[in-house]
């Protein structure tokens, strides 16, 4: 399957895809309760504490007072409920903040400052050195003459060394003023788990190619949660957006690391 992300184009059917907003949470109000209790007794040795727990209610089994092993087990359960609480809490404060961070993107022909959560696939992305990339992102263009970027992809593949992005042949030669019109279309294979591959066309537009295809690699990508470095700026498109491709950036990690 494949997907056409047309870019910088604002009647473009964004509703196919999702916005950039992240979600780590585990939990929410009306559902914490059932479901931490389900996933504590998922647990075959609380089964038996509890099992035991049910069997002491009754006087003719066992004379034992059936506080003495409630109490207990109630604290204990109280306890790992909190810690789950509290690291849900956590999480959906980085993601709070994740998402309502400001980015600047281009909206009806001008730069406009947006939250990462609201930008859509096909949006034109501008970093600045240092930033954190909030999508995957196609490179359009950069601060160097040689349409190069360098980014850290820590957070990756835990890799601490810079590697080289550059922009498609095709974009070379745009002067940064001119690439907030830019358009075109990029023809990319739905999201997978391979962040080392990306097999794609690129295909711009009048005035600034004649509808020539240009080839596009993983050399010509800044993925998601990667930082630029060294350089001053870089432009680029959204083409994966929302929780899939963090659920497969993460997928990778664990088997890159495992």
């Known amino acids: 399957m494949k997907r056409f992300v047309y870019i910088n184009d604002d009647d473009s059917s964004h509703e196919l895809y999702c916005d950039n907003r992240v979600s780590n949470r585990k939990y929410t109000l ?4 059932p479901k931490n209790l389900w996933e504590q007794f998922s647990r075959f040795m609380n089964q038996y504490f509890l099992l035991i ?20 087990l109630i604290f204990i359960f109280a306890v790992s409920a909190t810690k789950e609480g509290w690291d849900d809490y956590c999480r959906y404060i980085s993601d709070k903040k994740a998402n309502e961070k400001e980015v600047w993107v281009v909206r009806q022909g001008s730069k406009k400052l947006i939250q990462a959560q609201d930008i859509l696939v096909g949006n034109l992305v501008w970093l600045r050195e240092n930033d954190e990339v ?29 590697k080289t992005r550059s922009i498609p042949p095709a974009c070379m030669g745009i002067d940064s003023d001119l690439l907030h019109k830019i358009k075109g279309v990029i023809e990319c294979p739905n999201p997978d788990k391979d962040i080392r591959r990306f097999d794609a066309n690129l295909r711009l537009f009048p005035p600034f190619i004649d509808n020539d295809v240009c ?13 630029l470095r060294n350089t001053d700026w870089a432009c680029g498109v959204a083409v994966y957006t929302g929780m899939l491709f963090i659920i497969f950036h993460l997928d990778f990690m664990i088997l890159y690391f495992s």
Do not use: H, M, R
Request: glycine letters at 6%; charged letters at 10%; hydrophobic letters at 40%.
């Open 215 to 227: 080839p596009l690699t993983i050399k010509n990508t800044i993925l998601q949660s990667c930082y």
């Open 30 to 33: 009306l559902n914490f309760i």
């Open 134 to 162: 909030p999508c995957d992102l196609v490179l359009l263009g950069t601060s160097e003459p040689q349409g190069v970027c360098y980014v850290e992809t820590s957070a990756l593949d835990g890799e601490t060394d810079l």
């Open 53 to 72: 727990a049910c069997l002491q209610l009754w006087p003719l089994i066992t004379p034992v007072n059936p506080a003495s092993t409630w109490g207990p």
